[in-house]
T-cell receptor, first 119, second 115 residues
Framework: DVKVTQSSRYLVKRTGEKVFLECVQD?????MFWYRQDPGLGLRLIYF???????EKGDIPEGYSVSREKKERFSLILESASTNQTSMYLC??????????????????FGDGTRLSIL | AQTVTQSQPEMSVQEAETVTLSCTYD???????LFWYKQPPSRQMILVIR??????QNATENRFSVNFQKAAKSFSLKISDSQLGDAAMYFC????????????FGTGTRLTIIP
């Protein structure tokens, strides 16, 4: 089974701190994603990466950055945490069907989420 | 840009009964993929069922089935013989065939199972 591991289940930080959320997957997936989940808003994509050192902005990238130095690890960085970044953060990974030369409906596999509170 | 709408924030169903969760989407693409994910209180998102737009046949996974109406851009989830373990948030998601393979999610439906 695919395993996506997020480093913390709960995290409390202060405004202005630099915050790192780590995500590791063990299935050699090309694609990795960071979402935030807020009540009534569903999941919104922050950033994604389709290869090492490659990154693309999602729908709400402001205030965030990412790093992908190794294929299995995708980090989300809050450069200067603010209270409006209090949320649940979900990491996901998936195969890239084009890279693997087959057309298939590959789902994304999710971690357990990190509930981040900014005080 | 694609949008996904789940118009039922909350639903409840008696144990062993059948419930249908609605999902509509807006797209100009002719080929795409649709998913239903479940998020129980444990928080991990679990894939329930998936559907390719080019397939006319509705997907089925055990007690879970979909009613995919491409012209109406509707993708509802039917849960038969509801069980207590089905209690969760359910999210509908759309994926374009574009290279990035990112998902667009609806706002979710919280399903409660009444014993």
């Amino acid at each position: 089974d695919v395993k996506v591991t997020q480093s913390s289940r709960y995290l409390v930080k202060r405004t202005g701190e630099k915050v790192f959320l780590e995500c590791v997957q063990d299935m050699d997936h090309e694609n990795m994603f960071w979402y935030r989940q807020d009540p009534g808003l569903g999941l919104r994509l922050i950033y994604f990466s389709y290869d090492v050192k490659m990154k693309e902005k999602g729908d709400i990238p402001e205030g965030y950055s990412v790093s992908r130095e190794k294929k299995e690890r995708f980090s989300l960085i809050l450069e200067s945490a603010s209270t409006n970044q209090t949320s649940m953060y979900l990491c996901a990974s998936s195969e890239n069907s084009r890279v693997r030369m087959h057309l298939s409906n590959q789902p994304q596999h999710f971690g357990d989420g990190t509930r981040l509170s900014i005080l | 840009a694609q949008t996904v709408t789940q118009s039922q924030p909350e639903m409840s169903v008696q144990e062993a009964e059948t419930v249908t969760l609605s999902c509509t989407y807006d797209t100009s693409e002719s080929d795409y993929y649709l998913f239903w994910y479940k998020q129980p209180p444990s928080r991990q998102m679990i894939l329930v069922i998936r559907q390719e737009a080019y397939k006319q046949q509705n997907a089925t996974e055990n007690r879970f089935s979909v009613n995919f109406q491409k012209a109406a851009k509707s993708f509802s989830l039917k849960i038969s013989d509801s069980q207590l373990g089905d209690a969760a948030m359910y999210f509908c998601a759309y994926r374009s065939p574009a290279w990035h393979e990112k998902l667009t999610f609806g706002t979710g439906t919280r399903l409660t199972i009444i014993p």
